[in-house]
């Protein structure tokens, strides 16, 4: 793919901006939140982001200010590289879609879902350049389609179900995988027909004129799920500062339900977006938050088999034996 233009260089920019590690934070611990073991003060929790879109929430909220534990975040532009750097021990929580939770699953056996995220299909979709000729999914065969970010996301797994929707097969099409923020510059130059991605790059990109072929209603789940590494899990002090992290991160989604004005404006000055698309993206994302339960683990159970038959997931998962069911009562 040729370099973007000088033309869209800054926008790119400012995409980079938003995908690339925000900065740490580092909290002392509070001697007047709930209570902890002795030693909290000495764990410090990664807290992993797409697109500080995690941060953004819990920044509106205002949830961490006093948190018993020191934290910093770690953003990345999207699951691949988050779930990269959980395996490597770099990450304690990572936030992701269903279906790169479940592919991160395949190669790392010590990863372990927590939470689950309730929002709107709506998040993610197809999309085409505003005069395209394509008009409807049944148009895309022989086409290309840029899937983001990487094999195994929820855009892929969007796309196979709008194909067979249509009457297609995933062989009708010619896929591409290219990370979301390289695809927002090539689709914004041009250089991209069809693109199939999510949140925030969707929503921005429809600001700025992209037409959704399709979106991942009563396709996706709208589900999201947070992760942790069975070693963090393992360790008692560790595993406290996680359960009040996620114990935390629930308040936040519950202040953004009630206040979605004040959060779309936090979430656009966090990642430089305008406020109307931030407005759509934040009233659209999985935030209602609770702890994994057996109802989550049967949902996602059902993602992964269909998964399997799509071609997305080399093999089968147990998902019950990857969740951390019963971890909240802790």
């Not at 000055?269 to 683990?297: C, G, V, Y």
Request: charged letters at 15%; hydrophobic letters at 45%.
């Amino acid at each position: 793919m040729r370099h973007a233009s000088n033309a869209f260089s800054s926008r790119r920019r400012r995409l980079l901006q938003l995908a690339a590690t925000l900065p740490a934070l580092t909290l002392a611990t509070s001697k007047t939140a709930c209570a902890a073991p002795a030693t909290s003060s000495d764990v410090t929790l990664v807290l992993g982001d797409q697109a500080g879109g995690a941060r953004a929430l819990v920044e509106a909220a205002g949830v961490l200010q006093n948190a018993p534990f020191a934290f910093r975040w770690a953003n990345f532009q999207g699951a691949a590289p988050l779930f990269e750097a959980q395996r490597a021990g770099a990450v304690d929580l990572a936030p992701a879609g269903d279906l790169p939770v479940l592919t991160a699953a395949t190669g790392d056996p010590s990863l372990r879902i927590v939470a689950a995220r309730v929002g709107s299909g709506a998040q993610l979709g197809i999309l085409v350049q505003p005069d395209s000729a394509i008009r409807t999914v049944a148009d895309l065969k022989g086409r290309d389609v840029v899937v983001s970010s990487a094999r195994g996301s929820i855009s892929q797994y969007q796309l196979y179900g709008a194909l067979a929707e249509a009457g297609l097969s995933r062989t009708d099409v010619n896929v591409r995988f290219v990370l979301p923020v390289d695809a927002y510059a090539a689709f914004e130059s041009r250089q991209i027909e069809v693109w199939a991605t999510f949140d925030p790059y969707f929503g921005s990109a429809v600001q700025r004129g992209g037409r959704v072929l399709r979106d991942g209603r009563g396709i996706n789940s709208g589900l999201g799920f947070i992760t942790a590494p069975q070693g963090s899990l393992a360790d008692p002090v560790k595993r406290h500062a996680i359960i009040e992290a996620l114990r935390l991160y629930q308040a936040a989604g519950d202040w953004a339900l009630a206040h979605p004005a004040a959060y779309a404006q936090v979430y656009a000055n966090l990642t430089h977006l305008p406020l109307d698309a931030a407005s759509a993206i934040t009233a659209r994302a999985s935030i209602r938050q609770h702890f994994i339960t057996p109802d989550d683990i049967a949902i996602l159970q059902r993602i992964a088999d269909t998964a399997v038959r799509q071609g997305i997931l080399p093999t089968r998962i147990d998902v019950a034996s990857i969740s951390a069911v019963g971890l909240g009562n802790a």
